[in-house]
């Protein structure tokens, strides 16, 4: 059956290549209430793939927010039940004038395909839906499958909690393989075993009623951004160091086998940061392997006020604002860190000053796949087979919410098994994916799922928790 499927997917690349394209034309932005339309295609666009595909009950979920594109296959008595997750939504395509291509017009450049989506996480996605749907063709999954397509991945997950209490009976699984969370390395073989949390917030400075004449009153009152500078310029130490009381609160310090495993994929530090055009900061003592994924970290996403548009304008702004997002090391609760965050911020305002926090996301906790799990066993084997290589462990920077979650709600662990690779300009303009990812992938999902399908749910059940 394996090889079966494997000649299947090679052979029909093209196909593959141009469904993926008709998904990067759709424009599905959650963050911005304006992309509506954009979610409501994408997710037709989904249900008729799946049910095209063998998927007869696709259907989506509601909650709190954005829904959920659901789909099932349980033809498989037993074996496994996995969850299998993608996200349909992506981010803002803005600013729109540092694309060098249409962002929702998928364009091949020198063996890279450019769109917004493309590698976060569109590709990885058409990968896993086409690898099912490959077997569906061929007699049946070697799992029984629950497909999980998010629609708020990239605004934090907010209504994800209140789907999964909804459906928690349609969503019991032995364990989750995601598509999200990619490669660490183009060259190097490793497993992802977890990801750093989330949180965040926006806030708003004001400093007066209303944005005055910096003639008149220049010199006399406080201005907003000068103040709001001051507030997150607070968060740092000028070496680099985190300086919010409480924030590190539950954060331990790296442990032997942690450092080793950082140690041991030790990409080149100076192409790293010379790809951004960037010089190393951060907290000192560490390396930089450890500061982006076994230490937290507080960035200010956003910071505007006051007259940004062409020529001059001789105001004093009254209010300024900002986003900050954090990302949270295991040990670390999001809501306790925020806290920790906003109040340092607060105990900092002067006089006069009012600091007004909102859209404070519920965040997410840093996740882990324990040692010896059948997911990192099984991905560990298909790497070797892939590269030739024995791969190693290694743990993301990045957040990917839905881990935290069902493992907190449904007591199972997640395997992020992406293809798309560090290097990707994920979240920034100029998006893209590298195609010779494609078919690497397709020959890793099929032989991962086919060695997962050797296995009885009863190789779970140690991990496995009530939920």
């Not at 994408?42 to 009950?57: H, M, V």
């Not at 540092?98 to 962002?103: D, K, L």
């Amino acid at each position: 059956m394996l090889q079966t499927v494997l000649d299947d997917l090679l052979s029909r690349q093209d196909a593959i290549r141009a469904r993926l394209d008709a998904f990067l034309r759709l424009p599905s932005v959650s963050a911005d209430p304006a992309y509506a339309p954009g979610m409501a295609a994408t997710r037709a666009f989904l249900l008729d793939w799946l049910r095209g595909a063998g998927f007869a009950d696709a259907r989506l979920l509601e909650g709190d927010g954005q829904p959920a594109v659901c789909a099932t296959w349980h033809g498989a008595p037993g074996r496994p039940t996995l969850l299998v997750y993608g996200h349909y939504d992506v981010q803002p395509p803005d600013p729109l004038e540092a694309w060098r291509t249409p962002p929702f017009e998928p364009t091949e450049i020198d063996g890279r395909l450019y769109a917004r989506g493309a590698s976060d996480v569109k590709g990885s996605t058409t990968i896993a839906i086409e690898t099912l749907a490959a077997f569906l063709r061929h007699g049946g999954c070697p799992v029984n499958v629950t497909l999980f397509l998010e629609g708020e991945e990239e605004t934090g997950s907010p209504g994800l909690r209140s789907i999964v209490e909804a459906h928690r009976g349609l969503l019991r699984a032995d364990a989750m393989l995601s598509a999200d969370g990619g490669r660490a390395s183009p060259t190097v073989a490793t497993v992802n075993v977890g990801a750093r949390g989330s949180s965040g917030f926006e806030m708003t400075l004001t400093t007066a009623a209303k944005d005055v004449h910096s003639g008149r009153y220049g010199g006399a009152i406080r201005n907003a951004l000068h103040e709001m500078a001051v507030l997150v310029a607070s968060l740092h130490g000028r070496d680099g160091r985190i300086a919010v009381p409480g924030f590190l609160d539950g954060a331990p310090e790296p442990s032997a086998a942690q450092q080793a495993e950082a140690a041991a994929f030790s990409p080149d530090e100076a192409a790293f940061f010379a790809e951004v055009g960037a010089v190393p900061f951060g907290e000192p003592g560490r390396t930089m392997r450890e500061r982006i994924t076994l230490r937290p970290c507080i960035d200010v996403n956003g910071l505007w006020g006051g007259y940004t548009g062409e020529g001059g304008k001789t105001v004093i702004p009254h209010q300024a604002h900002a986003k900050v997002s954090l990302r949270l090391v295991p040990g670390q609760d999001p809501e306790q860190a925020r806290q920790a965050v906003v109040d340092h911020l607060r105990g900092l305002c002067p006089e006069g000053c009012h600091l007004d926090v909102r859209f404070a996301r519920n965040g997410s906790p840093a996740s882990s796949l324990p040692p010896g799990h059948p997911l990192f066993e099984a991905a560990r084997a298909v790497w070797r087979e892939l590269s030739g290589q024995d791969p190693v462990p290694v743990r993301l920077g990045a957040t990917v919410p839905i881990t935290a979650v069902f493992r907190e709600m449904l007591g199972i662990d997640t395997l992020m098994f992406g293809f798309n690779r560090p290097d990707e300009d994920v979240h920034a303009p100029n998006e893209h994916f590298h195609l010779d990812s494609l078919p690497l992938g397709l020959r890793g999902w099929a032989m991962l799922l086919d060695r997962l399908g050797r296995m009885s749910p009863d190789a779970f059940a140690p991990f496995r928790t009530a939920g």
